[in-house]
T-cell receptor, first 111, second 120 residues
Framework: ETGVTQTPRHLVMGMTNKKSLKCEQH?????MYWYKQSAKKPLELMFV???????ENNSVPSRFSPECPNSSHLFLHLHTLQPEDSALYLC??????????FGSGTRLTVV | AQKITQTQPGMFVQEKEAVTLDCTYD???????LFWYKQPSSGEMIFLIY??????QNATEGRYSLNFQKARKSANLVISASQLGDSAMYFC?????????????????FGKGTKLSVKP
Protein backbone atom coordinates (compact mmCIF):
# COMPACT_ATOMS: atom_id res chain seq x y z
CA GLU A 1 0.00 0.00 0.00
CA THR A 2 1.62 3.21 -1.18
CA GLY A 3 -0.71 5.72 0.42
CA VAL A 4 -2.40 6.49 -2.89
CA THR A 5 -5.53 4.39 -3.41
CA GLN A 6 -7.24 4.00 -6.76
CA THR A 7 -10.65 2.47 -7.33
CA PRO A 8 -11.79 0.46 -9.10
CA ARG A 9 -8.77 -1.67 -9.95
CA HIS A 10 -10.44 -2.96 -13.09
CA LEU A 11 -13.24 -1.46 -15.18
CA VAL A 12 -14.96 -2.64 -18.33
CA MET A 13 -17.32 -0.15 -19.93
CA GLY A 14 -19.23 0.27 -23.13
CA MET A 15 -18.69 3.23 -25.41
CA THR A 16 -21.97 4.82 -24.35
CA ASN A 17 -21.44 4.40 -20.61
CA LYS A 18 -20.48 7.00 -18.05
CA LYS A 19 -18.12 5.94 -15.28
CA SER A 20 -15.69 7.56 -12.87
CA LEU A 21 -12.25 6.66 -11.59
CA LYS A 22 -11.35 7.65 -8.06
CA CYS A 23 -8.00 8.46 -6.50
CA GLU A 24 -7.50 9.15 -2.80
CA GLN A 25 -4.43 10.09 -0.79
CA HIS A 26 -4.03 10.99 2.84
CA UNK A 27 -0.34 11.81 2.65
CA UNK A 28 -0.91 15.54 2.91
CA UNK A 29 0.32 16.08 -0.64
CA UNK A 30 -0.85 19.16 -2.49
CA UNK A 31 -0.35 18.10 -6.10
CA MET A 32 -2.19 15.27 -7.85
CA TYR A 33 -1.81 13.83 -11.32
CA TRP A 34 -3.55 11.59 -13.82
CA TYR A 35 -1.37 9.56 -16.18
CA LYS A 36 -2.43 7.23 -19.00
CA GLN A 37 -0.34 4.15 -19.76
CA SER A 38 -1.08 2.43 -23.06
CA ALA A 39 0.65 -0.69 -24.28
CA LYS A 40 4.12 -0.03 -25.68
CA LYS A 41 3.92 3.71 -25.11
CA PRO A 42 5.44 5.94 -22.45
CA LEU A 43 3.25 7.15 -19.64
CA GLU A 44 1.35 10.18 -20.82
CA LEU A 45 0.60 13.01 -18.43
CA MET A 46 -3.09 13.95 -18.66
CA PHE A 47 -3.93 16.41 -15.89
CA VAL A 48 -2.20 18.18 -13.02
CA UNK A 49 -3.86 19.70 -9.97
CA UNK A 50 -2.10 21.90 -7.43
CA UNK A 51 -4.02 22.88 -4.31
CA UNK A 52 -7.27 21.71 -5.98
CA UNK A 53 -6.70 23.93 -9.03
CA UNK A 54 -6.07 22.43 -12.44
CA UNK A 55 -2.70 23.67 -13.60
CA GLU A 56 -2.22 21.50 -16.64
CA ASN A 57 -4.38 19.79 -19.25
CA ASN A 58 -2.16 17.99 -21.69
CA SER A 59 -4.51 18.27 -24.69
CA VAL A 60 -6.78 15.58 -23.33
CA PRO A 61 -10.08 14.95 -25.21
CA SER A 62 -13.16 16.31 -23.49
CA ARG A 63 -14.57 12.80 -23.00
CA PHE A 64 -12.17 12.75 -20.03
CA SER A 65 -13.26 15.17 -17.33
CA PRO A 66 -11.21 15.54 -14.13
CA GLU A 67 -12.50 16.76 -10.80
CA CYS A 68 -10.56 17.63 -7.67
CA PRO A 69 -12.96 18.52 -4.84
CA ASN A 70 -10.16 18.71 -2.26
CA SER A 71 -6.46 18.02 -1.99
CA SER A 72 -7.07 14.40 -0.97
CA HIS A 73 -9.37 13.29 -3.76
CA LEU A 74 -9.13 13.25 -7.52
CA PHE A 75 -11.66 11.88 -9.96
CA LEU A 76 -11.60 11.15 -13.65
CA HIS A 77 -15.07 11.14 -15.18
CA LEU A 78 -15.39 9.13 -18.36
CA HIS A 79 -18.10 9.33 -21.03
CA THR A 80 -18.50 8.12 -24.61
CA LEU A 81 -15.03 6.62 -24.65
CA GLN A 82 -13.40 4.88 -27.59
CA PRO A 83 -11.70 1.46 -27.66
CA GLU A 84 -8.32 3.20 -28.00
CA ASP A 85 -8.89 4.73 -24.57
CA SER A 86 -8.37 1.29 -23.05
CA ALA A 87 -5.30 1.62 -20.85
CA LEU A 88 -3.96 1.67 -17.32
CA TYR A 89 -4.82 4.97 -15.66
CA LEU A 90 -2.43 5.92 -12.90
CA CYS A 91 -2.91 8.54 -10.25
CA UNK A 92 0.02 10.13 -8.43
CA UNK A 93 0.44 12.68 -5.70
CA UNK A 94 3.47 14.80 -4.89
CA UNK A 95 4.88 16.71 -1.99
CA UNK A 96 7.90 18.98 -2.54
CA UNK A 97 9.82 17.18 0.18
CA UNK A 98 8.92 13.62 -0.67
CA UNK A 99 8.58 13.36 -4.42
CA UNK A 100 5.93 11.37 -6.24
CA UNK A 101 3.77 8.54 -4.95
CA PHE A 102 1.76 6.45 -7.40
CA GLY A 103 -1.34 4.38 -6.95
CA SER A 104 -1.77 0.88 -8.37
CA GLY A 105 -3.86 2.13 -11.26
CA THR A 106 -7.21 1.35 -12.82
CA ARG A 107 -7.08 -0.99 -15.79
CA LEU A 108 -9.78 0.25 -18.15
CA THR A 109 -11.21 -1.71 -21.05
CA VAL A 110 -13.62 -0.01 -23.42
CA VAL A 111 -15.78 -2.39 -25.44
CA ALA B 1 11.65 15.10 -29.74
CA GLN B 2 11.82 12.24 -27.31
CA LYS B 3 13.21 13.44 -24.01
CA ILE B 4 13.78 10.06 -22.38
CA THR B 5 15.12 7.13 -24.39
CA GLN B 6 15.28 3.58 -23.16
CA THR B 7 16.72 1.50 -25.98
CA GLN B 8 16.22 -1.95 -24.44
CA PRO B 9 12.62 -3.14 -24.76
CA GLY B 10 13.53 -6.34 -22.91
CA MET B 11 16.44 -7.71 -20.92
CA PHE B 12 17.26 -11.07 -19.40
CA VAL B 13 19.59 -11.59 -16.46
CA GLN B 14 20.59 -14.63 -14.47
CA GLU B 15 19.65 -14.62 -10.81
CA LYS B 16 22.41 -13.18 -8.58
CA GLU B 17 24.10 -11.40 -11.47
CA ALA B 18 24.22 -7.65 -12.03
CA VAL B 19 22.32 -5.92 -14.83
CA THR B 20 22.44 -2.43 -16.34
CA LEU B 21 19.36 -0.77 -17.78
CA ASP B 22 20.11 2.08 -20.15
CA CYS B 23 18.57 5.54 -20.14
CA THR B 24 19.53 8.66 -22.06
CA TYR B 25 17.80 11.99 -21.76
CA ASP B 26 17.58 15.26 -23.59
CA UNK B 27 17.21 18.63 -21.95
CA UNK B 28 18.64 22.12 -22.21
CA UNK B 29 17.63 22.96 -18.66
CA UNK B 30 20.65 22.93 -16.31
CA UNK B 31 18.41 21.97 -13.40
CA UNK B 32 16.65 18.63 -13.61
CA UNK B 33 16.06 15.40 -11.75
CA LEU B 34 16.23 11.82 -12.95
CA PHE B 35 14.14 9.00 -11.50
CA TRP B 36 13.89 5.26 -11.91
CA TYR B 37 10.66 3.41 -11.19
CA LYS B 38 9.79 -0.28 -11.09
CA GLN B 39 6.38 -1.45 -12.25
CA PRO B 40 5.45 -5.05 -11.43
CA SER B 41 2.51 -6.73 -13.10
CA SER B 42 0.22 -5.31 -10.41
CA GLY B 43 0.58 -1.90 -12.06
CA GLU B 44 1.92 0.19 -9.21
CA MET B 45 4.89 2.45 -9.96
CA ILE B 46 7.48 1.93 -7.25
CA PHE B 47 10.15 4.61 -6.78
CA LEU B 48 13.68 3.18 -6.79
CA ILE B 49 16.29 5.91 -7.00
CA TYR B 50 16.79 9.60 -7.71
CA UNK B 51 19.66 11.68 -9.14
CA UNK B 52 19.71 15.48 -9.22
CA UNK B 53 21.55 17.27 -11.99
CA UNK B 54 23.83 19.02 -9.50
CA UNK B 55 24.57 15.97 -7.40
CA UNK B 56 28.28 15.30 -7.38
CA GLN B 57 28.07 11.62 -6.60
CA ASN B 58 26.13 8.80 -8.19
CA ALA B 59 23.02 7.86 -6.25
CA THR B 60 22.81 4.50 -4.52
CA GLU B 61 19.90 2.79 -2.76
CA GLY B 62 20.62 -0.69 -1.54
CA ARG B 63 21.09 -2.94 -4.58
CA TYR B 64 20.28 -0.06 -6.94
CA SER B 65 22.81 2.44 -8.19
CA LEU B 66 22.57 5.09 -10.84
CA ASN B 67 25.47 5.54 -13.24
CA PHE B 68 25.13 9.26 -13.97
CA GLN B 69 27.21 10.55 -16.88
CA LYS B 70 26.13 14.14 -17.26
CA ALA B 71 28.16 15.01 -20.35
CA ARG B 72 26.72 12.03 -22.17
CA LYS B 73 23.22 12.69 -20.77
CA SER B 74 23.08 9.16 -19.53
CA ALA B 75 21.49 7.81 -16.35
CA ASN B 76 21.76 4.04 -16.36
CA LEU B 77 20.31 1.93 -13.57
CA VAL B 78 22.49 -0.84 -12.19
CA ILE B 79 20.87 -3.63 -10.19
CA SER B 80 23.34 -5.79 -8.36
CA ALA B 81 22.69 -9.40 -7.28
CA SER B 82 19.44 -9.77 -9.22
CA GLN B 83 16.54 -11.52 -7.55
CA LEU B 84 13.52 -13.24 -9.06
CA GLY B 85 11.36 -10.49 -7.59
CA ASP B 86 13.19 -7.93 -9.70
CA SER B 87 11.32 -9.16 -12.79
CA ALA B 88 9.22 -6.16 -13.84
CA MET B 89 9.06 -3.15 -16.12
CA TYR B 90 11.57 -0.42 -15.32
CA PHE B 91 10.99 3.19 -16.28
CA CYS B 92 13.40 6.08 -16.42
CA UNK B 93 11.85 9.51 -15.91
CA UNK B 94 12.98 13.13 -15.85
CA UNK B 95 11.66 16.29 -14.32
CA UNK B 96 12.97 19.58 -15.70
CA UNK B 97 13.24 22.80 -13.79
CA UNK B 98 14.20 21.51 -10.37
CA UNK B 99 17.11 19.41 -9.22
CA UNK B 100 15.76 18.70 -5.75
CA UNK B 101 14.04 15.36 -5.11
CA UNK B 102 10.66 16.93 -4.54
CA UNK B 103 10.82 20.19 -6.41
CA UNK B 104 7.88 22.42 -7.11
CA UNK B 105 8.47 22.80 -10.84
CA UNK B 106 8.15 20.53 -13.81
CA UNK B 107 6.31 17.27 -14.36
CA UNK B 108 7.64 13.75 -14.74
CA UNK B 109 8.32 12.63 -18.30
CA PHE B 110 8.75 8.89 -18.76
CA GLY B 111 10.60 6.67 -21.18
CA LYS B 112 8.98 3.63 -22.81
CA GLY B 113 10.44 1.26 -20.27
CA THR B 114 12.51 -1.92 -20.21
CA LYS B 115 11.05 -5.28 -19.30
CA LEU B 116 13.51 -7.13 -17.09
CA SER B 117 13.21 -10.88 -16.67
CA VAL B 118 15.34 -12.62 -14.05
CA LYS B 119 16.07 -16.27 -14.78
CA PRO B 120 16.55 -18.79 -11.95
Amino acid sequence: ETGVTQTPRHLVMGMTNKKSLKCEQHLGHNAMYWYKQSAKKPLELMFVYNFKEQTENNSVPSRFSPECPNSSHLFLHLHTLQPEDSALYLCASRDPNYGYTFGSGTRLTVV
Amino acid sequence: AQKITQTQPGMFVQEKEAVTLDCTYDTSDPSYGLFWYKQPSSGEMIFLIYQGSYDQQNATEGRYSLNFQKARKSANLVISASQLGDSAMYFCAMREGASGYGGSQGNLIFGKGTKLSVKP
